[in-house]
């Protein structure tokens, strides 16, 4: 199925851009240390939970929180693919535009997923390293593989993550790189490296993300370790000095979450460390005068990821949807309109009648080529997410 295929013209790409991004609201103002630990906190006894009783083949409702610009939407602010759905299905889905950052939407449930209760949510998407955590503490359902069929359609590389093999508790939503990106007419010849962010010529115009898997990241794989691998503190530290020079030294001018696009837009930056489907957007908006590039050494590859809550009583109904969104024609009709990685195999086929331009945008349907570029940052333990997390944020409120 492909509804209005002219969804993806310029004129809707330019209504796209002008509303939030995916991780519109993450970081813009920073988050305190102390609600950095707050939300990284972990019950410190840890007792297994009940899911809870699943009435969805009585109630054909769905409570799903997600980020915002996450699901297509028409001219009048209505998700085209998610009425498909609900049309099929007979399941009415409340669709809640309720995650502004990870932390913030942990912080908000933490209580009631320690105690296996209501969260207000039968299923939510966060990322992949918050995902991790709620699959640490059991605080999500397994999901039932003979409920979601195209589950045969999931893109063998976000497969088997290093905290759910074999997807039995999580199914990916959207992803996305972080990489490097400037202004073309402020940096003509390009950036191919981290490292070129730091050349002389650019001092005092350089940001960088508030996310510390993404920075870290990749001044992390500049300095030649292997982020999925079995680091520690002592590489930690090498990227933490690095990071933290330039930001003493004022080559970073800015650490920002989705606010890093206006200072591109304003030329307070000229490069950044960036969002790639971002980008997309910003050249949509403002004209077409930024690149993005996956640096030499790597990028960071992120998911926003499904999961269900122990408190869902509506199980099979949130499986029904998962399922719906691995349809190929349903998943390129989205990734024509949040321009993000699509998990969905078939989905680049079913682009083409969308739009073949579409279909070869390897932000959206990268190649293998381009996948082993780019690389997840391993799951750390609660102590590290403690330890790194306070040591970046201190960078943060001191810049």
Sequence with gaps: MIIQAIRHSQAMQKARAMN?????????????ATALALAACA???????TPATDVSATEKTLRWDNWPAYMDEDSAGNYPTLMGFEDQSGITVTYNVAVDDNNSYYAKSKDALALGQDIGADTVCLTDWMVARLVRNGYVQTLDHANIPN??????????????KGRQLSLPWQGGFAGICWNKEKVPNGLKSVDELWDAS??????????MRDTMGLIMLSQGVDITGQWGDTEFANAMDSFTQQVTDGQIRNIKGNAYLNDLQSEDTYAAICWSGDITSLNAQAGDKWQFAIPDSGGTLWNDTFVVPMGSAHKANAEAVMNYYYEP???AELAAWVNYVTPVVGAKEAAVALDPQLAENQLIFPDDQTLSTVHVFRTLTPSEENDYGAQFQKVLLGS
């Design 20 to 32: 939030l991004t995916r991780r519109g609201f993450l970081g813009a103002a920073g988050i305190s």
């Design 43 to 49: 019950p410190a006894e840890k007792k297994a939970l």
């Design 151 to 164: 589950i045969s359609n999931l893109s063998p590389s976000f497969a088997n993550p290093d905290f759910d």
């Design 202 to 211: 650019l001092k005092g115009r350089v940001g960088v993300l508030s996310e």
């Design 329 to 331: 024609e349903v998943a």
